[in-house]
């Protein structure tokens, strides 16, 4: 019986990750996901001084959730999405790869106490308010105006959390990082940043 898990069990690559979404998502995939090996450096970066709640805000489909738990098994990834489809299959996925450390919850991130958090993910998460052109579905309204709103906000909220917080950011302006947080480290020329609060 141990032998037939072991065969069935879904090996998390970027192939096989790619194969469980829907054609439209494929395409967006390289856009809106983050891709494996940069969510297991910043993984590292989030989890290095222990276990962690991780928040990722603006979570997709959930790859860095899922990227995470199966890298830190040890460690909780908790991600908000403001797309009731695309968290629901971001759990979907979840379960594809037979995680219990991860969970994607449809809703706003403005619902969402910071306080319950250890660390922090964002790969330019408001972004898409500024592009709309390359939106990732018509399942919600977008505005410029709301890439300011989130970005203020996440920047108050994050500026109230307790020193020592950790916060990777991955591409974007870092508009939304508080002057409170000391860039430590980057890789990927620059994209992926790690943060911390003082």
Avoid at 39 to 65: H, M, S, Y
Avoid at 137 to 157: H, I, P, Q
């Amino acid at each position: 019986m141990l032998s037939f898990l072991k065969k069935n069990k879904l090996e998390l690559t970027e192939e096989n990750f790619l194969a469980q979404l829907p054609e439209y998502l494929k395409r967006a995939s390289e856009i809106f996901f983050t891709p494996l090996h940069v969510g297991v450096v910043a993984t590292d970066w989030l989890t290095e001084n222990g276990d962690k709640r991780v928040l990722d805000i603006g979570a997709g489909i959930g790859k860095f959730c899922i990227s995470g738990a199966a890298h830190r098994r040890n460690s909780y990834f908790f991600g908000i999405e403001y797309r009731q489809s695309i968290a629901k299959q971001a759990n979907d996925l979840i379960k594809k790869f037979n995680l219990n450390n991860a969970v994607v919850q449809h809703g706003d991130m403005m619902e969402i106490d910071f306080e319950n958090f250890d660390a922090f993910y964002l790969f330019n998460p408001f972004y898409e308010n500024l592009s709309i052109s390359k939106r990732l579905n018509n399942e919600v309204e977008l505005e410029n105006s709301l890439y300011m709103y989130y970005y203020k906000n996440t920047e108050l909220k994050l500026s109230q959390t307790k020193v020592g917080t950790r916060l990777v950011t991955y591409h974007g302006n870092n508009f939304e990082v508080p002057q409170s947080f000391k860039k430590i480290r980057q890789s990927e020329n620059g994209a992926l940043k790690l943060w911390i609060k003082e």
